[in-house]
Nanobody, 119 residues
Framework: QVQLVESGGGLVQAGGSLKLSCAAS??????YAWFRQAPGKERELVAA????????NYADSVKDRFTISRDNAKNTVYLQMNSLKPEDTAVYLC??????????????WGQGTQVTVSS
């Protein structure tokens, strides 16, 4: 069974840090990403990483604050979030691509983990 399971969300004060994890099982993936969705807003891409080569990209709003990384041996991807702001409050979802040809098109999704940043 293919699964993506997120963990690490929670409540943190502004300026604090959290580290999210996404454990993949059932197969390997060519690319991973973290998206977020706040109430009343569209889902947005936060950060992405390719399994081969490790190329990353970030939303402008999180550059220099968030870092995406992966551990291919553990089939796990992480999102280190520093200097958190109240506007980072959202459900964070892990996504992964099953195609080696389109690592940036995500075919599998986790259920999400809530991140709440208090001011």
């Amino acid at each position: 069974q293919v699964q993506l399971v997120e963990s690490g969300g929670g409540l943190v004060q502004a300026g604090g840090s959290l580290k999210l994890s996404c454990a993949a099982s059932g197969r390997t993936f060519s690319g991973y990403a973290w998206f977020r969705q706040a109430p009343g807003k569209e889902r947005e891409l936060v950060a992405a990483i390719r399994s081969t080569g490790g190329r990353t990209n970030y939303a402008d709003s999180v550059k220099d604050r968030f870092t995406i990384s992966r551990d291919n041996a553990k089939n796990t991807v992480y999102l280190q979030m520093n200097s958190l702001k109240p506007e980072d409050t959202a459900v964070y979802l892990c996504a992964a691509s099953s195609s080696p040809f389109t690592p940036d098109i995500y075919t599998h999704w986790g259920q999400g983990t809530q991140v709440t940043v208090s001011s």
